[in-house]
C-alpha cells in the first residue's frame, strides 16, 4: 500500500528515474556499522601519522631555517658593509663622472671664449695694422685734403699765414732729413777700415791688429756701439829670442796711456792675462782686455791730438816695463774712433 502511495506520488514526475523499492531483508544495515568503524579507525591512523610526519617535517624546516637565519645574522654586518661599501664607490663614481662632465664642459667652454678673444685681437690687429699702413702710404693726400679743407673755412691772411707755417715746417723736415743722412754718410765714412765684431750686448769696431814684426808693444783700442757707447783696448806685450834686449817675461800688472804729461792708468788683473809661451821657444806674449770707460774716452782724444802720446806697461812685481809712442796713423785712426764715438753719443 505504500509502495504503491509512493509510486503514485512519483509518477507525477515524468523525468525523475525511480528506483526500485530495496528489499526489505537486506544485509547493508548489520554491515554498515563495522565497515564505519573500520573506516574511521583507518583514517585516524592515517590522519596521526600525516600530521607527526608533518610535524617532524615542520620541526626540522623550521630549525634550519633558525640555523640560516643565524647565519645570516652573522654575515649580516659584512654583507652591510659590503652594501655600504659599493654604494659609497657608485657615488663617488657618480660624483666624480658628474664632476668630470662639469669640468670638460668648462673646460670646452674656456676654449671657446680663447678662441673668440684671439679671433677678437686678431681682427683689431688686422684693422690696426691697415690703418696705419693706410696713413703712412697716403700721408700726403690726408694732409693736402685737411689742407684745402681749413683752407676754404681760412681767411686770406689765415691761409697765408697757414701756407708760411707749412712751408716752414717742411723746410724744417727736408732738413733734418739732410742731417740725418749726412750723420750716416759720416758714420759709415768714419767705418772705413774698421773691423766690426758683435760679443754680448755692444758691437765691437777696430781697427786691424798690426803685425808683429819685431818684438814690443801693441795696443787696439775698440769702440763699443749699443744704446750708449764705450771704449776698451787689447794689449799685447811681444817677445822674440832674437832680441838684443834680455827683457824676457815682465807679467804686467798695469797700463797707463800717457798725452802731453797727462797720465790715466788701469790696474790688470793676473788672472785676465794670458801669458803663452812658444813650443820652439821662438818668442813669448802677454795678451790682456781691459775697459777703459770714461775715462779711456778723455785721455784717448787727448792722446789723439797731442803733440807726444805713448802706451806704458809694466810690471810693479817685476820691475820691468815697455812703452809705445803713438805714430801719426795711429793718432788718425784714434780720431776716427772719438768721432764716431762723440757721434753716438748725440741724443
Not at 689742407?147 to 716752414?168: D, H
Not at 717742411?170 to 754718410?185: H, N, S
Not at 809694466?314 to 785712426?333: F, P, Q, V
Request: aromatic content about 10%.
Amino acid at each position: 500500500m505504500e509502495e504503491e502511495t509512493r509510486n503514485q506520488v512519483c509518477s507525477n514526475v515524468p523525468w525523475v528515474r525511480i528506483p526500485p523499492s530495496p528489499p526489505v531483508n537486506s544485509r547493508l544495515l548489520g554491515v554498515l556499522p563495522g565497515s564505519l568503524f573500520f573506516c574511521i579507525l583507518f583514517l585516524t591512523s592515517f590522519l596521526t601519522a600525516s600530521i607527526f610526519s608533518v610535524h617532524k617535517t615542520m620541526w626540522y624546516e623550521c630549525n634550519d631555517y633558525v640555523l640560516a637565519e643565524r647565519k645570516l645574522a652573522a654575515f649580516l654586518p659584512e654583507i652591510n658593509y659590503t652594501i655600504f661599501c659599493a654604494n659609497e664607490v657608485d657615488s663617488v663614481y657618480n660624483r666624480e663622472t658628474n664632476q668630470g662632465e662639469i669640468t670638460l664642459q668648462k673646460g670646452v667652454r674656456s676654449v671657446r671664449i680663447v678662441r673668440y678673444a684671439i679671433l677678437f685681437c686678431v681682427l683689431v690687429a688686422l684693422f690696426t695694422g691697415a690703418m696705419l699702413y693706410y696713413s703712412s702710404t697716403h700721408r700726403d693726400e690726408t694732409q693736402s685734403v685737411l689742407a684745402l679743407l681749413e683752407e676754404e673755412t681760412l681767411s686770406p691772411e689765415e691761409a697765408a699765414q697757414e701756407a708760411a707755417q707749412r712751408e716752414e715746417r717742411e723746410a724744417e723736415r727736408l732738413a733734418e732729413e739732410t742731417r740725418r743722412k749726412e750723420r750716416e754718410a759720416r758714420i759709415e765714412k768714419l767705418k772705413e777700415g774698421m773691423e766690426r765684431t758683435d760679443s754680448g750686448a755692444y758691437t765691437w769696431y777696430s781697427y786691424p791688429e798690426e803685425k808683429r814684426l819685431t818684438g814690443g808693444l801693441y795696443v787696439q783700442p775698440l769702440l763699443g756701439h749699443s744704446r750708449d757707447s764705450t771704449f776698451r783696448c787689447n794689449i799685447l806685450y811681444y817677445y822674440s829670442m832674437h832680441e838684443s834686449s834680455m827683457r824676457g817675461w815682465i807679467f804686467g800688472d798695469h797700463f797707463a796711456i800717457e798725452a802731453d804729461g797727462e797720465r790715466r792708468t788701469w790696474e790688470i788683473a793676473e788672472k785676465k792675462r794670458r801669458d803663452h809661451l812658444d813650443k820652439d821657444v821662438e818668442f813669448l806674449t802677454e795678451r790682456s782686455q781691459i775697459a777703459l770707460g770714461e775715462e779711456g774716452a778723455f785721455i784717448l782724444r787727448r792722446a789723439s791730438n797731442a803733440r807726444t802720446a805713448r802706451f806704458i806697461y809694466w810690471s810693479t812685481a817685476e820691475g820691468k816695463s815697455i812703452s809705445h809712442t803713438l805714430t801719426g796713423e795711429e793718432k788718425r785712426r784714434l780720431r776716427n774712433m772719438i768721432a764716431l764715438y762723440d757721434l753716438w753719443q748725440e741724443p
